[in-house]
């Protein structure tokens, strides 16, 4: 009678520790765990106001000019290893694919539960930091743009929401969710300060809006 009432004793113990960790699962993480912690709304503003302001221009861009999705440790590249940063439970193969795992965008407040559902993200998307500068780097810098994993640059969000973003700045495009627009503009301004770019008026005055309500 003792071995029984013991083993009762695991097994509801068993199912109680499964359900916890399925809670776990369907929690999603909270935004700032989705990308490097931008800084402070009082230094973006001082960023902000140092960074040049400049009529963009497009002339001679290629997305092939941005070598990304580099390897960055073993068989893991740019994307794959955003994917383990963002996630939950996040199980790779032996190629470093995503097999399972649950993904938070905070763009949208979306989970998903597919790898393939997630785009990873240029906060500051590619051909405007071309518009705006980059298009005098060296091929490398540019790389290293592409692939930066320790500025707030990279970020997993649900992929159509990425494609509708586009090459958009925040003059035209920010997240829906509206809680996470201060941690993206501080983000933006950080990007835009570290590699010398410039912002348009436009953008530099939506960013100015944004940055005095965060």
């Known amino acids: 009678m003792p071995k029984l009432y013991a083993r009762r004793r695991l097994s509801i113990l068993a199912a109680f520790t499964g359900l916890i960790a399925s809670a776990a699962l369907f929690n999603p993480p909270t935004a700032s765990a989705a990308l490097p912690t931008p800084v402070s709304a009082a230094t973006a503003r001082t960023y902000l106001a140092s960074l040049t302001v400049a009529a963009e221009n497009r002339t001679g861009y290629s997305r092939d000019l941005f070598p990304h999705w580099i390897t960055i440790s073993g068989t893991c590249n740019t994307r794959e290893t955003v994917l383990k940063r963002d996630g939950s439970n996040v199980v790779t193969d032996s190629a470093c694919a995503a097999t399972s795992g649950s993904w938070y965008s905070p763009y949208d407040g979306a989970t998903w539960t597919a790898a393939s559902d997630l785009d990873i993200d240029h906060l500051v998307p590619l051909a405007e930091a071309w518009d705006s500068g980059a298009s005098a780097w060296t091929t ?61 008026s436009a953008e530099k005055s939506a960013l100015t809006g944004y940055l005095n309500n965060c």
């Open 140 to 200: 490398a810098r540019r790389q290293s743009f592409a692939n930066d994993l320790t500025r707030p640059q990279l970020i997993a969000v649900t992929d159509n929401v990425n494609q509708a973003k586009g090459d958009q700045d925040p003059a035209t495009w920010m997240p829906s969710l509206s809680s996470y627009r201060c941690t993206y503009v501080r983000a933006w301004v950080q990007v835009k300060y570290y590699y010398g770019l410039s912002v348009d």
